[in-house]
């Protein structure tokens, strides 16, 4: 008699998917081309000297300061046209601070094990990787000063600099793998996006803008 089939969990799997290999080797080269570029993940690291520059470049993108700039620029502000882009801006920085955070929980990416968890102010899905808020946050900024401030070509192209700068340290620090920041800086655009497309007015929202 034919012999009974093996069970599936016993079944070595000789051919592996063409798809399993590729990502398998993305993978692979992402831990090693991060590590690389982890440059100033220490004081030992070989740019290990810039690292206090690279920490304060690190605070420039991180979220605490730029809510609370915001908020402050809402109370103060006496326009009308100044306070419907700052309650966007500021609904924009709450709503990236929760969409980063669920991500990291459902995917729970370790840091790079290179990593000195030394960061300014965490919380505790700041222990996983992907994405990175940062990157998020940077391109995000970007493209919101970019679209409702009028600046001379210099200062918009200083603004660019500052998020690729931003992202770039993440990676140089040791706080986060290359497609953290690369999904960090597509995640940025798309919330960007998302919050062009349901603008708050006073039309839209009456009562929140009545607060103001």
């Not at 706080?175 to 039309?203: C, I, K, Q």
Request: proline residues 5%; charged residues 15%.
């Amino acid at each position: 008699s034919a012999a009974a089939p093996l069970p599936e969990e016993d079944c070595m799997k000789l051919n592996p998917s063409f798809l399993g290999i590729a990502l398998s080797s993305l993978l692979a080269i992402d831990l090693w081309a991060s590590k690389r570029l982890g440059v100033c993940a220490g004081e030992g690291s070989a740019w290990g000297s810039a690292r206090p520059l690279m920490k304060v470049i690190e605070i420039s993108g991180h979220g605490i300061p730029w809510l609370l700039g915001t908020f402050y620029g809402l109370c103060q502000s006496d326009s009308s046209a100044a306070r419907e882009v700052l309650l966007n801006l500021l609904f924009a920085l709450l709503l990236d601070l929760v969409l980063v955070a669920v991500v990291k929980g459902l995917v729970k990416r370790p840091r790079p094990t290179h990593n000195k968890m030394d960061m300014f102010v965490t919380i505790s899905v700041d222990k996983y990787s992907f994405p990175s808020g940062h990157a998020t946050r940077a391109a995000l900024v970007c493209c919101f000063i970019l679209r409702h401030l009028v600046l001379a070509v210099p200062l918009r192209v200083l603004v660019v600099l500052w998020a690729l700068i931003v992202s770039v340290s993440r990676v140089m620090l040791g706080r986060h793998n290359m497609t953290d920041v690369l999904f960090g800086l597509l995640l940025g655009y798309a919330l960007y996006s998302v919050v062009e497309h349901w603008w708050l007015s006073p039309l839209s929202a009456p009562a929140l803008f009545a607060l103001w």
